[in-house]
């Protein structure tokens, strides 16, 4: 069974830490993975990434995939309290036309 | 502005009441897809569609129905509402040119069915 896994499923943090967070995949024909982030309403797109090794970089988010190990870490630096949120990440996976597989997400708490 | 709107964005219901949560985007995308997340849980694909009469049920069985009548509106009904059926149901969209990767996602209706 097709499954997105990840950790921690919560983390408190204060202003100014870095924090890792994890997300692991079993997914039959692997297309792409995305990070969301999700505050009070809709989940917001973060990234796409499909190549191994390849980090995306947004400001102080950045992320990268290891296909070889099915995992992918979403970093985040110097933390603000604005940065508090569920952070989800998705697989799309071949055979259909944009159709994901969500993470239960982690759920950052930034405190200042 | 090209967005995707969901109304009601909460609702509390009786059970047995039939509703309908409506889910529209201005954005002339072909897909579309209805999500529901429990607290705490992931976001589970429960309705999809590809274009205007085009609709498949998703990876978790719903007693929901969905139509696809107009190529921006995609509402998801419930004949009868019974408890189980509280949850936070998300709505998103996208699009079928080339680079579309990411699915837009609208506001979401809480439901809670008493």
């Known amino acids: 069974e097709d499954k997105v896994v990840q950790s921690p499923l919560s983390l408190v943090v204060h202003e100014g830490d870095t924090v890792t967070l994890n997300c692991s995949y079993e997914?039959?024909?692997?297309?792409?993975l995305l990070w969301y982030k999700q505050e009070k309403k809709a989940p917001t797109f973060l990234f796409m990434l499909t190549s191994s090794g390849i980090e995306k970089k947004s400001g102080r988010l950045s992320s990268i995939l290891d296909k070889k190990e099915l995992f992918s870490i979403l970093n985040i630096t110097a933390t603000q309290t604005g940065d508090s949120a569920i952070y989800l990440c998705?697989?799309?996976?071949?055979?259909?036309?944009?159709?994901?597989?969500f993470g239960k997400g982690t759920k950052l708490s930034v405190k200042p | 502005e090209a967005d995707i709107y969901q109304t009601p964005r909460y609702l509390v219901i009786g059970t047995g009441k039939k509703i309908t949560l409506e889910c529209s985007q201005t954005m002339g995308h072909d897909k579309m897809y209805w999500y529901q997340q429990d607290p705490g849980m992931e976001l589970h694909l429960i309705h999809y569609s590809y274009g205007v009469n085009s609709t498949e049920k998703g990876d978790l069985s719903s007693e929901s129905t969905v139509s696809r009548i107009r190529t921006e509106h995609f509402p998801l009904t419930l004949e009868s509402a019974r408890p189980s059926h509280t949850s936070q149901y998300l709505c998103?969209?996208?699009?079928?040119?080339?680079?579309?990767?990411?699915?837009?996602f609208g506001p979401g209706t809480r439901l809670t069915v008493t």
């Open positions: 997914v039959t024909n692997f297309r792409s």
């Open positions: 998103a969209s996208l699009g079928s040119n080339r680079g579309a990767y990411e699915q837009y």
């Open positions: 998705a697989v799309k996976y071949g055979g259909s036309q944009g159709n994901l597989i």
